[in-house]
């Protein structure tokens, strides 16, 4: 039945912490309007805690950074980490602030991996946003 399914799925909340998971796979642009779409449902939901809408928060700027919209993903990002718990949820978004205020930074590094994974087109996609983010 209908009512069944719907207790099989989980809440936008719960989702939060896989699509952390899988934002940090840059080549996952599919993503985006997906995770998009929880943090929407959270931060509607009345009965979403402040730390839920902190992980939202988080969450949104994750993809804003894998946009290469880094002043936007700054903006939510600093607005997130006061709220987030302590441990990975806080270390993952400090490190994408940190990429937020300064994209060039460790994209070498990440390009040689990617390329190292056979991603060479995705690494070469992320050392053009690292440059073109410092043109700005």
């Known amino acids: 039945s209908a009512t ?6 989980w ?6 912490e896989a699509w952390t998971a899988a934002l940090q796979d ?5 993503l985006g309007a997906r995770a998009l779409a929880d943090v929407g449902r959270v931060n509607a939901d009345p009965k979403a805690t402040a730390e839920q809408k902190a992980l939202a928060l988080a969450v949104q700027g994750l993809v804003l950074r894998n946009q290469a919209k880094f002043a936007e993903a700054r903006a939510a990002l600093e607005q997130a980490l ?3 718990p302590e441990g990975a949820w806080k270390e993952t978004a400090s490190a994408a602030l940190k990429e937020a205020i300064n994209p060039s930074a460790g994209a070498v590094a990440k390009a040689e ?3 190292s994974r056979g991603k060479t087109k995705e690494a070469l996609e992320m050392l053009d946003r690292a440059l073109e983010a410092t043109e700005d």
């Open 4 to 9: 069944a399914t719907l207790k099989e799925r």
């Open 11 to 16: 809440l936008p909340s719960q989702m939060l």
């Open 82 to 84: 006061p709220s987030l």
């Open 113 to 115: 991996d990617l390329a």
């Open 26 to 30: 840059r080549t996952r642009g599919d």
